[in-house]
């Protein structure tokens, strides 16, 4: 889509670009931005967008008109002139949000419906009913904005506000000097069809898992001496990939003794590893994590749909992940997590109630439920497999169906995010049996405190809570770059004292 800014003392368009696509992407996701020099004169161009700013007495007026598919329909929203003489950042916001309003009114008129998120973009929608909540609002004044001046639905605003009380929850019970921890193991069986993530194919790098164990052990020791210097100690730990039980046992018990050794983790709380795929699993394995504390595991089925499976390029059966549960149950596990994703090439409706409704069978403590996001880098979307794909509309029965089944088998949302290109512009929902709840994923999805990342891929988070301030630290993205990086570590972990000190 075309998206022009006409010319205006009162605006620097290119301030405004980010505030449009994300517009953009939720009224018509399958749409990418484009900025042409020149700007058409009247709204004749099929496929465009085009904002003006302009004032009219004491109002600012943001005006939006959208062509599409060669109808076309406008929306404005007004601003009080002088909300723009205050705060540059305060000022910038208020027009951004102005211009998603009218934006949104002119592209729900072209399209005849509503997203079930109405106006509200971003990955974080519960931080808007969280900063209500804080203000005093309650939880049904947080859902009321939510519905009334986001255009929300209401099953979705409920939805956020039942996930910024459980943030909320979390936020109370953490310490200043708190961090949470991550190591990513970038290895898996193979690559699922949809996945963008950068992961290696264990069976095409094996003699990278070696070397990458002892960078990483190199990494854990140097973190260690960081953390104590910086006088942190660690409340949450998590790892996940790839697939942490792609490694073998020996090289998942060298990891974790090395953690117990090396960083605070006397009073961490909350020890998950990613099991993920059934085909990795084995009760060695299993064994190890018991042994290091390791408390919380993910078994990842996606579908209990044979075909499914087929299609997203998994090597395991239904039954494979029935049995890996069963044998973390037996060894000992209390706490698992399964992920389903709607919206899976050659899925159905029904084919995700019946995946929904086995995984509940087996009574995980944490439920994940995902929508397909198509993104660009997976093999799915390279290969042109949108064909195969269940519309949106029967994404969101799915998840409609998998909210109320949820809910009336007693289990809780917890955390909720969303993702650009997710099917149908919907979201993703933890969901939890009471008192089983991550506290890591409440944590890194709302920013609540310091996430220090470890490994290939990693995205150190340190945060202030009191200032709002985040600086981001990024690891090297690929095995091969992560081993050779010695000296970018270094001076990451230089920054972690510096943020701290």
Not at 5 to 17: A, D, I, M, Q, Y
Not at 146 to 171: F, G, H, M, T
Request: contains cysteine; hydrophobic residues 40%; proline residues 7%.
């Amino acid at each position: 889509m075309k998206l022009y800014f006409r010319p205006s003392p009162l605006w620097e368009p290119e301030r405004f670009h980010y505030a449009a696509e994300q517009m953009m992407l939720t009224l018509f996701p399958g749409e990418r931005p484009e900025y042409p020099a020149q700007e058409p004169h009247i709204l004749t161009e099929a496929g465009c967008a085009v904002f003006s700013l302009r004032p009219e007495g004491g109002t600012v007026w943001l005006g939006a008109g959208v062509n599409w598919q060669g109808r076309t329909a406008s929306g404005r929203r007004g601003l009080p002139a002088d909300s723009l003489g205050g705060a540059p950042e305060q000022a910038i916001r208020s027009v951004q949000h102005a211009l998603k309003l009218a934006f949104y009114e002119a592209g729900t008129a072209l399209l005849g419906r509503q997203p079930p998120w109405g106006a509200l973009t971003g990955v974080r929608p519960v931080k808007l009913p969280t900063r209500s909540l804080l203000a005093g609002a309650g939880p049904e004044g947080a859902q009321r904005e939510l519905e009334e001046v986001y255009q929300v639905s209401p099953e979705r605003a409920k939805l956020a506000v039942e996930c910024a009380q459980a943030s909320l929850d979390v936020r109370r019970s953490l310490a200043p000097r708190e961090v949470s921890l991550y190591i990513g193991i970038p290895f898996c069986p193979s690559r699922c069809a949809y996945c963008s993530f950068v992961s290696a194919d264990v069976g095409r790098t094996l003699n990278l898992v070696e070397p990458y164990v002892q960078a990483l052990l190199a990494e854990i020791d140097a973190a260690g001496r960081v953390l104590e210097q910086a006088g942190l100690s660690v409340r949450s730990f998590y790892m996940g990939g790839g697939t942490p039980t792609t490694l073998s046992a020996g090289q998942l018990d060298l990891i974790l003794r090395r953690c117990r050794r090396a960083l605070p983790l006397e009073g961490c709380g909350e020890l998950t590893v990613e099991a993920g795929r059934p085909d990795t699993i084995t009760r060695e394995k299993l064994e190890v994590l018991r042994a290091h504390g390791v408390g919380r595991i993910s078994i990842n089925p996606q579908t209990l749909e044979g075909h499914v499976l087929e299609a997203i390029g998994r090597d395991h059966t239904p039954g494979d992940i029935q049995a890996a549960f069963a044998l973390a149950r037996e060894v000992g596990f209390a706490c698992i997590n399964m992920d389903l994703i709607a919206g899976l090439p050659r899925d159905s409706f029904q084919g995700f109630r019946r995946s929904l409704e086995g995984v509940l069978a087996l009574g995980p403590e944490n439920v994940t439920v995902h929508t397909l996001a198509r993104k660009k880098g997976s093999s799915l979307m390279a290969g042109g497999g949108e064909g195969g794909l269940p519309s949106g509309e029967e994404t969101a029965r799915m998840l409609d169906f998998s909210r109320e089944a949820l809910i009336q088998r007693g289990y809780q949302p917890y955390y909720l995010y969303r993702q650009k290109y997710m099917s149908g512009a919907l979201e993703n929902v933890g969901w939890t049996l009471p008192g089983a709840q991550s506290v890591y994923n409440i944590v890194m999805m709302e920013e609540l405190q310091t996430v220090v990342s470890l490994g290939a891929g990693g995205v150190t988070k340190l945060i202030d809570p009191p200032s709002g301030k985040i600086l981001r630290l990024s690891n090297p993205k690929y095995p091969q770059e992560y081993l050779a990086a010695g000296e970018k570590l270094a001076r990451q972990r230089q920054e972690i004292l510096e943020f701290y000190h």
